[in-house]
């Protein structure tokens, strides 16, 4: 909630950015948490030698999708981190302030 109340509380557009990064780890965070259960400790890879399997029990086995999931996350997070902080810096050189208040002011005095 602490990332949520950035993005929608704070006017300045890093801390927003760095309220974006909060919530979305926190997101993170969660899905991992879930994907683990008690009693699971095996990969889920099915042994057996010359076409003699054991019968699988998924209670023995974790889940390795949501881990999956959430490196793809948390690449995409990295990449979006790294544009918003382009644009933030080519937002700044433009208006001379990171203000998002200041800004639209400006770009109301633009338009009339």
């Excluded at 602490?2 to 969660?30: E, H, M, P, S, T």
């Excluded at 699971?40 to 949501?66: C, D």
């Excluded at 433009?94 to 002011?105: A, H, P, S």
Aim: charged share 15%; with cysteine; proline share 4%.
């Amino acid at each position: 909630m602490l990332g949520f109340y950035a993005i929608i509380g704070k006017r300045n557009l890093v801390k927003k950015l760095l309220g974006l990064n909060i919530f979305q780890w926190a997101i993170i965070l969660y899905y991992v948490s879930i994907a683990s259960k008690k009693g699971g400790a095996n990969i889920p890879i099915v042994t057996g030698a010359h076409g003699h399997y054991e019968p699988a029990q998924a209670i023995q086995f974790l889940n390795p999708l949501p881990h999956c999931l959430m490196l793809t996350a948390i690449v995409v997070g990295v990449s979006t981190t790294g544009v918003a902080l382009a644009l933030i810096i080519m937002i700044h050189r433009r208006y001379k302030t990171l203000e998002e208040d200041e800004i639209l002011e400006s770009l109301e005095a633009f338009k009339k």
